[in-house]
């Protein structure tokens, strides 16, 4: 480590002295002109800042050890000093990716990698970390340093905000969802025939999942068949069963899927594709709570809650003669609007974090979620898959990143695309960052002022004068202007 005294030091990229690495109370040169020693300030400011900071020799074992790594390790300095820091942390990246080789061995410093480590009660611990050389006078690599931060409270905070933000299966902080979430109680409660209109991927099953999942029927079965996914003759026996003789091949007789959800919940997606004979079949059923199988004379009787979903607009179907006017409103009781991802962006990283929880537990990882780059990506790109897309994207990177944070490397192909012409905001100030954050919302909101000031989490009339002050009323788009400037909502 070079040789200890009054040889001068000097931190290399933020970090402390060589000589402070020698040990853990190393002697105090005498103090001249009234002034503290150098190596007692070091000391004293390594010791009162909340950050853990360590130092190893070449051979990483531990040389210096404030009290803040006393304090989140649960380890006293006295039991970590000499000791290898594999032993004292035991983190997750210590045997196969440990950070402060691989600045040692490259001269690249790590900054703000999260990584979780084991403290004295053997409770895992989150923490982030960044890594230095540590070098003497000469420029020779005497060590490294280590600093690290507890994120327990930060973990703790993200947990308390998801469960915040969650109903039932769903998780969303977009004012529309959140206006959903209100209503779906009472909705789930009464035994009217639901319609979920909403883009592909958007969610529509989870949310009439959540709907079962909270009504009467609960405890009856909840069965799902995808009108659009079968031609019309085998869907009318699927959906109604038949019996034997009824068609070549029926050998016996079979339930259909009415049958099987009684007493519970029928879910019949993609029902716009249904074809025109069909739709007289399942109005009768509707209608008369009746149904006869294939080949049969005999009505059975249907206690059965319908949920009907849609990616496309019933109602313009019905103008075109496409739907049924008699079924749409039979079917059109309580009709709910899922809003694609592209407008409500601020729910990416809620359901980033979902899905990167959910298969770290399915694939035994320890994945810490999207760095930097990479949610600037997911926050750019426009999910035309919404949902089912951006969890295909998530589990695309599990195949790639085997651990720490999922890069934009790790992402499908068509989301590196993005990264290509995306400009990230270095050099912005913060006016321009603010100004850009407020337009974004008002135009997930529609430019309605109530609800963006919702989002933002500030004051209407704050809102209002942000709009005047970066000039935001002249982009308000001709069909959203009102006799004031800007508007009312």
Known sequence: MGEAGGTAREFEAGVMPATLAETSSPPVPPAGHGSPPPLEWARTILDSIADGVFTVDADFRITFFNKAAERITGVPAQDALGRPCCEVFRANICETACALRHTMETGQAVVDQAVAILNADNREVPISISTALLKDDTGRTVGGVETFRDLTDVETLRREIQRKYRFGDILSKAPAMQRLFTILPAISQSESTVLIQGESGTGKEVLARTIHSLSRRAKGPFVAVNCGALPDTLLESELFGHVAGAFTDAKRNRSGRFALAEGGTLFLDEIGDVSAALQVRLLRVL???????????????????????????????????????????RINVVKLWLPPLSQRREDIPLLVNHFVDRFNRLQSKKIFGLSHEALQIFMTHDWPGNIRELENAVEHAFILCREGWIRPEHLPEHLQKVREGFEPLRGWTLDAIEKRAIWEALERNQWKRMATARELGIDKNTLRRKILRHRLDSLIPPQRRKPSSLGRS
């Open 287 to 329: 209608e008369e709570r009746v149904y006869e199988p294939l080949g049969s004379s005999k009505s059975c009787k249907a206690d059965v809650r319908i949920i009907a979903a849609s990616n496309k607009d019933l109602e313009q179907l019905v103008n075109e003669g496409l739907f049924r006017k008699d079924l749409f409103y």
